[in-house]
């Protein structure tokens, strides 16, 4: 079974530019999590969906981030424009509707000069 | 609010010595427990998880935890460490209800010596 897909796995940009990490879930995987890890620390819950419906983005910093999944499926997180304070890892995770159990994508390491 | 504190930073142990990492958690009702390791440029891999019923659980490599409620701890062991093991390793509770939301504890990375 394959596992969570995600691409790019490095990204270095300059501050104030723009940038998006993909995630492709586990097929069957209804929900589908962003999470930010900052070096040093756990990762923290950005977005998450259900299909192709937001159940939590609570934590998302609205006026730069900004994530979809249009078809329910595969998702896109944008950020633009990028500030210092985001370099961290950007991980992607799914799971099935109502199981507790989240399966995690190598992440995307980016850096913003 | 929820919360989960892993009090140790960073823990070196001998290849062959036991081991146990420390996890706290803050949660009003009956909680879901996990724990993950993360091996250098890769995601997260769950060891292990409780839910309900026995409070020792068994887990992939190895290691066990053992969910004490009195305590609110959720310590993960393991009898004899592999050089192998050597990575970070993250205790989260799952908030009951809602979205199967995570909370994850800053980790403890683990350092093993030949």
């Known amino acids: 079974e394959a596992g969570v897909a995600q691409s790019p796995r490095y990204k270095i940009i300059e501050k104030r530019q723009s940038v998006a990490f993909w995630c492709n879930p586990i097929?069957?995987?209804?929900?589908l999590y962003w999470y930010q890890q900052i070096l040093g620390q756990g990762p923290k819950l950005l977005i998450q969906f259900q299909n192709n419906g937001v159940v939590d983005d609570s934590q998302l910093p609205k006026d730069r981030f900004s994530a979809e999944r249009l078809k329910g499926v595969d998702s896109t997180l944008k950020i633009q424009p990028a500030k210092l304070e985001d370099s961290a890892v950007y991980l992607c995770?799914?799971?099935?509707?109502?199981?507790?159990?989240?399966?995690f994508g190598p992440g995307t390491r980016l850096t913003v000069l | 609010a929820q919360s989960v504190t892993q009090p140790d930073i960073h823990i070196t142990v001998s290849e062959g010595a036991s081991l146990e990492l420390r996890c706290n958690y803050s949660y009003g009702a009956t909680p879901y427990l996990f724990w993950y390791v993360q091996s250098p440029g890769q995601g997260l891999q769950l060891l292990l998880k409780?839910?309900?019923?026995?409070?020792l659980v068994q887990g992939i490599k190895g290691f066990e935890a053992e969910f004490k409620r009195s305590q609110s701890s959720f310590n993960l062991r393991k009898p004899s460490v592999h050089w192998s093991d050597a990575a970070e390793y993250f205790c989260a509770v799952g908030v009951s209800g809602g979205y199967n939301k995570l909370i994850f504890g800053a980790g403890t990375r683990l350092a093993v010596h030949p």
């Open positions: 409780y839910f309900s019923g026995d409070t």
């Open positions: 097929s069957g995987h209804a929900t």
């Open positions: 995770a799914s799971s099935f509707p109502g199981q507790r159990v989240q399966f």
